[in-house]
């Protein structure tokens, strides 16, 4: 759908377009980087911190589990998460200043 809009004006997001899967791991964010034409080398060392760090943790705290952040660790959870979100953003916002998201 969106690679034959051409140049018509973009006006909504197909709900299953881009889908978490109600957990962001790391293969569902690098096929949402493929869907918006970003590059998905940058997030291929970051595996284990969005499975593992991330996700995991995630998934014990949302399941009922007691699952601590040890304050040495508070640092690199915190900026490892700003990091990604950042480059992603980042990504996406230089993506559509170029124009690079276009179908040639």
Do not use: P, W
């Amino acid at each position: 759908m969106i690679l034959a809009s051409g140049n018509n004006k973009f006006s909504r997001v197909n709900e299953d377009l881009i889908n978490t899967q109600s957990n962001l791991n790391h293969d569902v964010l690098l096929n949402i980087c493929r869907i918006c034409g970003t590059d998905t080398e940058t997030f291929a060392d970051k595996a284990d911190f969005i499975d593992v760090i991330l996700l995991k943790r995630r998934n014990a705290i949302a399941h009922g589990e007691e699952t601590f952040i040890a304050v040495s660790e508070l640092d690199q959870f915190t900026d490892g998460t700003i990091e990604l979100m950042r480059t992603f953003s980042n990504q996406l916002q230089a993506s559509a200043y170029l124009g690079s998201y276009r179908a040639i």
